[in-house]
Nanobody, 114 residues
């Protein structure tokens, strides 16, 4: 079955960095665009990064552009989210998703606090 497993979340100080990973299985990973979403308490889930399947083109909202970088390793069936210059407002549960498959990971908590 389709499975997405995130890792790499944690507590970091403002200005710090984290790298999230998402290991995929149960589908042909290289054929699907992959996304990272986040959801903060009391807020709607929002897209923070997308990477396409073939060209590996990327998209980001203005809130994270220049700070977050999504990448993928099709040989390892893994998608990454490098997060730099983290701010307290980046605190949320982060999910990876293969939206075309309606497949979501369980989420990993990122907390930015001093």
């Amino acid at each position: 079955q389709v499975q997405l497993v995130e890792s790499g979340g944690g507590l970091v100080q403002p200005g710090g960095s984290l790298r999230l990973s998402c290991a995929a299985s149960g589908f042909t990973f290289r054929n699907y665009g992959m996304s990272w979403y986040r959801q903060a308490p009391g807020k709607e889930r929002e897209l923070v990064a997308f990477i396409s399947s073939v060209t590996k083109s990327t998209n980001y909202p203005d809130s994270v552009k220049g700070r977050f970088t999504i990448s993928r390793d099709n040989a390892k069936n893994t998608v990454y989210l490098q997060m730099n210059s983290l701010k307290p407002e980046d605190t949320a549960v982060y999910y990876c998703a293969a939206v075309r498959l309606n497949a979501w990971g369980q989420g990993t908590q990122v907390t930015v606090s001093s």
